[in-house]
């Protein structure tokens, strides 16, 4: 056993807050989920506009008193999301059965790597959700469920992940009666399409292209700057959100969400980070 002492710890700026050191750090981690929430509101600031006012309302400014934050993660994480309380699933009305059961769903999470992330920008995160419309809560079983993880593990988790070319164009698939609804940012119509066959393919699906659109923005470089200018706010320089960034993102882990389970299954996990995946690397 050595003797040698620790290092001592770094000694903190002379003009360290603690108070704007957690708000930074909150602030960033907190303005991601909402971003990702309200992904469909193009203007933040337009109040007449619901879902605009209430994107504006949950995002936490620079300038905030430690009230305004709390009130505002209150409004997302309570109000909105219901942390901390009973989950609550809401669900198309189509995606009902008979017995009035939810859908097991699946989600695939997505994230860009690591060395790709400018310093100081949260990294770029994405998921797409869909719905197993020939399974109920009774029929679903445990071999069912590695079914779709070992098809997930094959179609999405060669290498470092499937890539999602993601950027400021939207691609949607909305074919409601096989369990899609997906609204994804790409870079081009292919990348759009490619996601899109990726997905259907877990359950041997094949894309009927009459469900899906893609829509280009005629002047998106002024829509959504590479690189969005600082604005003042009272008096101060702040970062302007990015919206809408071109990069790449990749395929990370899967969940599959059944009526009754307090907490999803992670179905295959390329993190590390869930100890009781059915699959992972």
Same mark, same amino acid.
């Given at each position: 056993m050595s003797d040698t002492p620790p290092p001592a710890p770094l000694a903190l700026p002379a003009d360290f807050s603690p108070w704007e050191h957690?708000?930074?750090?909150?602030?960033?981690?907190?303005?991601? +989920?909402?971003?990702?929430?309200?992904?469909?509101?193009?203007?933040? !600031?337009?109040?007449? @506009?619901?879902?605009?006012?209430?994107?504006?309302?949950?995002?936490?400014?620079? !300038?905030?008193? @430690?009230?305004?934050?709390?009130?505002?993660?209150?409004?997302?994480? $309570?109000?909105?999301?219901?942390?901390?309380?009973p989950e609550v699933y809401s669900v198309p009305i189509s995606t009902v059965n008979e017995g009035l059961r939810y859908k097991p769903q699946i989600h695939l999470q997505f994230r860009e790597n690591a060395r790709d992330i400018r310093d100081g920008v949260t990294?770029?995160?994405? +998921?797409?959700?869909?719905?197993?419309?020939?399974?109920?809560?009774?029929?679903?079983?445990?071999?069912?469920?590695?079914?779709?993880?070992n098809k997930i593990k094959t179609i999405f988790g060669s290498g470092n992940g499937l890539a999602w070319a993601r950027g400021k164009?939207?691609?949607?698939? @909305?074919? +409601?009666?096989?369990?899609?609804?997906?609204?994804?940012?790409?870079? !081009?119509? @292919?990348?759009?399409?490619?996601?899109?066959?990726? $997905?259907?393919?877990?359950?041997?699906?094949?894309?009927?292209?009459k469900f899906a659109n893609y829509k280009k923005n005629l002047e998106a470089t002024d829509a959504y700057p590479t690189s969005p200018p600082n604005k003042t706010i009272l008096g101060k320089s702040v970062r302007a959100f990015h919206l809408r960034p071109v990069t790449t993102i990749r395929f990370r882990t899967a969940f599959l969400h059944v009526e009754g389970l307090p907490k999803p299954v992670v179905l295959y996990d390329k993190t590390q980070h869930y100890k009781k995946s059915l699959l992972h690397d």
């Open positions: 957690l708000q930074d750090t909150l602030r960033l981690a907190h303005n991601q +989920q909402v971003q990702t929430e309200f992904i469909d509101v193009e203007v933040d !600031n337009d109040l007449k @506009a619901p879902r605009s006012s209430l994107k504006l309302a949950c995002l936490i400014q620079d !300038n905030d008193s @430690a009230m305004m934050v709390v009130i505002r993660l209150i409004l997302y994480h $309570v109000v909105i999301k219901g942390f901390g309380l990294p770029v995160e994405s +998921q797409i959700k869909f719905r197993l419309m020939t399974e109920t809560t009774a029929t679903l079983s445990q071999a069912d469920s590695l079914k779709y993880a164009d939207m691609f949607t698939y @909305a074919d +409601q009666v096989r369990g899609y609804n997906m609204q994804l940012l790409v870079q !081009n119509e @292919a990348a759009g399409r490619l996601i899109v066959e990726k $997905v259907l393919s877990i359950q041997d699906h094949t894309p009927d292209w």
